[in-house]
């Protein structure tokens, strides 16, 4: 038996052995049940296909509380968006530490209602207490609900071979977005204020909401998107890894067509990890019928989301290819994301200039639901 990670999720290995076989009653109207690498569980009620998805609720103080709750939303959203149904209803526990205060909470709160009033999000029921050893960032945990017709939802079974794949944003956003929201004044050293004031802005990229809103209606399934994933832990790697092992496909990847965003580069190399296996949140990874591509990439583009298509999916026997300089490769899962190593040696590096940075971080203009 393999080992629990110290930290983050558990491995497909483990899941498969712990988790999956122990999946409580069966039922005949679940649609998409648990599987390593999707997002959401769809079931049948009515004439509706019902998703859900469950996450923390992940709040960092030394964001600035505006910034922390709108990430918090959009880190549950985006999880619920790739199985192409649009939320509707949000129900969220909030297990809050001691030393939270009234003013804190009003200020999380408030933003918590106005992106999901953005979202057309109803917040329908939920838990609000203060308890001793609970800490941030994990302050609770929330479902969010969405509603569709059965023939609407995506879902990694639904891809199949000759789909073309599209990345939206590219590598390392999230790793890139905290990076300069937390330290600004280092980076504004290393590159200059103006190249600083860029960065901070792709903390409000982390967002997958509006790619896969905008990419379904397009069309789904045979006139469309066939599935997606948002790129989180180990990154643009990760995401593809797991996509291809959901749908049971391989795949065939070039790098050189992946698009990446000003400054995230830069912000990568500073730090030392590696982008391409860094946390993306933000970064959608998208299947979708090779006539209905260009298409999509051309809707994301009028959004103001750059996007391409960066490969397609192939017979299962032939794995995950990357095409990088023209040498072909064999694509493992990176298993260990290199941001979280880094962040946290740059904090214990450069605490002084993050407790400094943090009015910047307050600021309330920017964010794009």
Request: charged letters at 25%; one cysteine or more; hydrophobic letters at 40%.
């Amino acid at each position: 038996m393999n080992e629990l990670p110290e930290i983050g999720k558990i491995s497909p290995e483990i899941f498969n052995e712990l988790i999956y076989p122990r999946l409580g009653a069966k039922s005949q109207v679940v649609l998409v049940g648990p599987q390593h690498g999707v997002d959401v569980g769809i079931v049948e009620i009515g004439d509706k296909a019902v998703a859900l998805t469950t996450d923390p609720v992940f709040i960092v103080p030394e964001y600035g509380w505006e910034r922390a709750a709108w990430f918090a939303v959009h880190i549950l959203v985006s999880d619920a968006v790739t199985c192409g149904l649009k939320p509707k209803f949000l129900s969220i526990d909030l297990n809050l530490p001691i030393e939270m205060t009234k003013e804190q909470l009003e200020i999380m709160w408030n933003t918590i209602h106005r992106e999901c009033k953005k979202l057309g999000i109803s917040i329908i029921c939920g838990h609000t207490a203060r308890y001793e050893n609970c800490h941030y960032p994990m302050v609770g945990g929330a479902t969010v609900i969405s509603i569709g017709e059965k023939d609407e939802y995506v879902t990694p079974k639904l891809a199949r071979v000759g789909d073309k794949i599209i990345i939206t944003k590219g590598p390392a956003i999230e790793a890139a977005g905290i990076f300069a929201a937390m330290f600004p004044e280092l980076i504004g050293e290393q590159f200059g204020f103006e190249f600083s004031q860029r960065a901070q802005q792709i903390f409000y990229k982390m967002s997958v909401v509006e790619d896969a809103l905008t990419a379904v209606n397009v069309g789904v399934r045979e006139e469309g998107v066939s599935a997606m994933h948002d790129a989180t832990e180990c990154g643009v790697w990760g995401g593809l890894y797991e996509l291809s092992q959901a749908a049971g496909l391989g795949m065939r990847i070039e790098k050189e067509r992946i698009v990446i965003e000003d400054c995230v580069e830069d912000i990568c190399n500073f730090f030392g990890i590696e982008p391409y296996a860094s946390i993306s949140e933000g970064t959608l990874i998208i299947a979708c019928r090779g006539h209905k591509a260009q298409e999509i990439v051309a809707a994301l583009s009028r959004k103001g989301i750059t996007a391409s298509i960066v490969g397609e999916l192939m017979n299962p026997e032939h794995g995950i290819i990357l095409v990088e300089k023209g040498k072909e490769r064999r694509l493992e899962h990176p298993i260990v994301d290199p941001f979280w190593q880094a962040f946290y040696r740059a904090l214990k590096q450069h605490s002084s200039r993050t407790l400094l940075s943090r009015p910047c971080l307050d600021s309330r203009t920017g964010g794009r639901s």
